[in-house]
């Protein structure tokens, strides 16, 4: 076999056997649609979440109450990639019931959004109540990089240097990464200080990762290396972000190579 340099530690990581296709694919999110200010019945299955669809003509605030019996239930907003935002979790046990729950959530631009209801063990039906309130002043830029749509598009051999500001509105980064060969797509971080993960992802599907690299390489919590097996001329999708939405800054690199 064939290497070409990629100035990693030894690679001892496992690949993903399917080679994927280059076809870019239309994101498919299975939802229903929303229709905020009445209340309706709700089913969430065992490890399934349930999204529900609605577009927020500009930025505001949805107030939602949740009730459900039997289970233990936790509401997030998700933008239309289906990325759940980590602050907008309400999971709060009202009046100490796990099925009860309600709050608010923000969002900070115009657009398509999913309120996406799971449970933490087994599945249950209910009730969802939300009231939308046009909040323009809540306005935020959307961040460089944030999605997929935006992600920083590489050739396999090629590095990045980034960074990351948890603590603040900069929480992931994208990244979409071309292979003009077949063989193995090798992608990294490598960073000094703060802890890293990284989620690689098939065109077209961004809810449910392919394979996730949280292994902590060489006792480095920024150090992470996935190898995924990938067809001439296809891409893969890649998130960079921090498990600790505390931290501060994280600077790194993000690094890529191509094995025959």
């Known amino acids: ?22 076809a870019e694919g239309e994101q498919a999110i299975t939802a229903q649609d929303l229709t905020i200010g009445d209340t309706i019945n709700v089913a969430i299955h065992d490890h399934e979440p349930t999204r529900l669809r609605f577009r927020a003509e500009t930025p505001g605030a949805l107030t939602v109450l949740a ?44 657009g398509e959004f999913y309120v996406v209801l799971s449970t933490w063990w087994g599945g249950g039906q209910g009730t969802l109540t939300t009231v939308w309130t046009p909040m323009p002043e809540l306005a935020q830029d959307p961040v460089p990089h944030g ?9 396999a051999g090629e590095r ?7 603590i603040g509105h900069n929480r992931w980064t994208w990244y979409k990464v071309s292979s003009p060969e077949a063989g193995q797509l090798v992608v990294g971080t490598r960073a000094a200080e703060g802890d ?20 902590d ?16 001329g296809a891409s893969l999708y890649f998130r960079v972000l921090s498990p600790w939405p505390e931290l501060e800054r994280i600077d790194y690199e993000f ?4 094995l025959d």
């Open 1 to 22: 076999m064939r290497l070409f340099h990629f100035p990693f530690a030894l690679l001892i990581c496992c690949s993903l056997s399917a080679l994927l296709s280059s």
């Open 67 to 110: 009730r459900f019996a039997g289970t233990d239930i936790r509401i997030h907003l998700a933008d239309r990639f289906g990325q759940t935002d980590p602050e907008s979790e309400i999971d709060f046990d009202y009046q100490g019931d796990p099925g009860a729950e309600q709050g608010v959530l923000i969002a900070h631009q115009a």
């Open 147 to 155: 999605s997929p749509e935006d992600a920083i598009v590489l050739s």
């Open 160 to 166: 990045h240097g980034e960074h990351l500001t948890p």
């Open 196 to 215: 890293l993960m990284i989620e690689a992802y098939s065109p077209g599907n961004y809810t449910t990762p392919l394979t996730t690299a949280d292994e």
């Open 217 to 232: 390489r060489d006792g480095v919590a920024g150090n992470e290396t996935l190898v995924l097996d990938i067809s001439a």
């Open 255 to 258: 690094r890529t190579a191509h």
